[in-house]
């Protein structure tokens, strides 16, 4: 399924601003790119590392006063929904591959240390497995209720919990703890998803934040948020929660003066699109 | 400088528990090795893999019933006192390496975001560089009181700052906040470090945690518990704090019965040692 | 100095054809990047991947028949000449660091084991350092004739020794041989070089090789080739030698139709590029 | 199945000689580490580091005169015969993992580029899949005949080829050799191998060279050089070839004395071990 992703945004700098870009759909993914363009007014210069969990990182400094960016890409996506394997089933600790290892492990935004009673209390008695990250999923959506601005910066997965509210990043740093919290190893992640089999009226699209679980040797995509099943996702990258990985990470304060993101099916040839 | 390190100890767990080590000193560092010896009682199969700081953890599961340990090798190490150099400068986020980035973000123990505030109140104002760098010691160093016992898994940089109670992690991981909330690279790290040129009384020699701040291109030691230069710190392993950090992190309830670590300047030749 | 590098061609492919390209400027180099773009007629999904040495490889399955591809970029390059410092010291093997020992070994075209008495006879008698990498350089450039089409891929260093005939990639094998044959670590390099300062008449623009040495703690660009310090090199991969590091890789027989590089010094701004 | 290998040996040098030991099990195998110890007289310091195949490597210099270096490790190894299965099958290239790619070019001693006439001839023939890596294994086991000091440091597989005789590196170089002249990814492996099930008379222990085939999406052991599939082989290292994947490399001159290699079976228990 062809789409096309990136974003067109605007920004003001009071001052030479660092500042970090997460924008790129991941090199190695379930899509392939097929073209893909980058360019800024004024043109900035920027490079490109890998950070810890391997995601391509875009670096340069925002220059002062207002500055335009657009990424587009061409992806041949995967147009079937989300993979789904009820019987698939959770890994004694032991078995697991090492790199499963550190999300399993607390991090700033996902207090699966703090939130084990409750996690316990709720998801400790059913039968390890798929099933028990759907009734984690289930649980998230139905508590959380969905709000911009209801959330802020320094929101963690307790905060969300008790205050039952969040975007979608909160819910999905809420169901990661629970996993985490039952020894169920748990990643963020995040990308851009196209409004596929969506009845209207649509939001603004906007970049999107899911999950990740590991049963039956492999990665599997949850998604609290909207907890269906979805076609053609893109993931950009993924990491420990969105502190680590964020479309955009400054150093000093920028206004966001306009942001369109684009995820849209499309039929576009390559050298229309160029 | 010679140096013998390691630790003999014995744990009981109820029941089969996956367990990680961290305890061979880091296989790169200002030390070097001559000689080492890892055995258990009973023997217990394990493997390596490098975490995503590129730490060396050792992998194995701990069995039922009393489980003994005996890690030990013969270093040497550097006599020197830790590096210093007052006229070390921080450099703007826009020059530091790509590596060092990580370092400047808030973790789960060091909620450098919620102690931006105290950060700039008291540090703000101060001329950037080592000198910086040091006044966090001072401050941390005297306002932290040492007690073990006083914090546990889930105390914070934040709590610390409150209670004024900690053990040399948590002076550890304020000092840390502190600095990365004025945008300053910082990083724990823990391992040997043996009581030289160290009055008496001696505690029990233990692990020991101190951080890494990254000034003038190059990362350097700062010790906010002791606050004094060392010699022949041996270094096991460093990353955000010490969630990511630890001597043994066990996935499931394990009973320390005794722990004796070593760190003594010897006179060992290799043979002898072996 | 703001530089446009990049590439159209066309090749035939009799079937679809697995290709492995190396064509972007390397992600944390010496330049940064502005603006990029990438399309393909017929549109042809791709990912990224590092190879061993860290470079970014873009990969796809050409399609049977016609392709083109064109890639751009605009970068701001250095515009000084590469550095030069005639008292940079050749390191002991003991003081190397652990990453330059792969480049003293032999590798499949630069086979230092075989070339160790020529280098011995001609170069083991100079003082080491800088001059006598320089030493090499001169007997390479004057001891080899320039021609298209009087090397073939399996031709090594040896080969070029012997034949004294080469292009580009067949200076940079046999200086890398003799380097490595005295222990001094050496590696491959290729990417866009700009003809500034350099008198007409011109060749048409083509990718080009050098190579890189390890002198007083840091890699060196050495062009035995041209012999001359240049501007504004953009590097797009590194690393033993040109099997390893190529513009195109491909499994199965494909016709290059056209192909037109660009490297040119430009006034262009961002939007105007794109 | 419990086995114990490891090497005491002995070297003189006339002079301080830097050194690079393959000489632990590898850390992530399908053995694992019960217990492990090192010491050497005199005793010399060294460090740890992984090259680019992610293989250990331990660096140090070797003192001048006579140096004497123990390493023995208890390890859990499989004590099944190797992994076989006849219905596995080749890739196309297009559908191989990124990081099999570079086991499909040629390397400094398996020249599959030079033989891959004798390769399309011989087996391009056969049908893809386990049995023509089969048919490989058979034809290089009884084309080459075994001899210490047939072959050298700089012998290729064509070399091999030519004349029918080497050591087990030989045996491994042309087999991979021709798996790669028919795309079919083929690494270098070395490790203990104790002789069990094997008829006396037995020859000294000697560290063992064989290699790695990718079908049906892993990898798989062969082993040329003695045909038969054999169990508790304990893997030190892999890579392309025997040069980048070598028991020791030194910088400089030195003579081995002495060298006795174990890998034996055991019923030895951890402590008496120690």
Redesign the interface.
């Known amino acids: 399924m062809r789409v096309k992703v990136g974003a067109d945004f605007t920004v003001t700098s009071p001052r ?1 601003t ?1 500042a ?1 870009f997460m924008i790129r759909p991941e ?3 379930a899509h ?22 391997g995601n391509v ?1 875009r ?3 925002l220059p002062a006063g207002s500055f335009s960016l ?1 990424y587009v890409a ?3 996506a995967d147009g079937d929904l989300d993979p789904y394997d009820p019987s698939a089933i959770e890994h ?3 078995e697991l591959p ?1 790199e499963a ?2 999300y ?5 935004y996902c ?1 699966s ?2 939130l084990f009673p409750q996690a316990m209390e709720r998801f400790g008695g059913l039968a390890p497995g798929w099933n028990r990250v759907q009734a984690i999923c289930d649980f998230v959506h139905d508590h959380v209720t969905f709000g911009y601005g209801t959330s802020t ?2 929101t963690t997965a307790l905060d969300v919990y008790e205050s039952g509210n969040g975007v979608c990043r909160d819910y999905a740093h809420l169901a990661i703890s629970f996993c985490r919290a039952l ?1 169920i190893p748990a990643r963020y992640s995040f990308g851009y998803m196209p409004d596929i089999d969506v009845p209207p009226p649509y939001a603004p699209m906007d970049f999107c934040a899911w999950f990740e679980v590991y049963l039956s040797g492999r990665w599997w995509i949850f998604d609290a948020r909207n907890n269906v099943r979805r076609r053609a996702r893109v993931t950009i990258a993924r990491g420990r929660d969105a ?2 990985v964020a479309m955009l ?1 400054t ?1 000093g304060a920028t206004t966001l003066d306009e942001m369109v993101v684009y995820a849209d099916q499309t039929d576009e ?3 229309a ?2």
């Open positions: 030479e660092p970090v090199t190695r993914g392939m790119t097929l073209a893909e363009r980058w360019d800024s007014d004024p043109g900035v210069p920027y490079h490109e590392y890998p950070d810890i969990y990182c670096r340069m400094t657009r061409l992806v041949e004694p600790i032991a090492d290892l550190v399993t492990l607390p991090s700033r207090l240390d703090m910066p320094s020894n502190l680590d990470t150093y040839r390559v050298r699109f160029a």
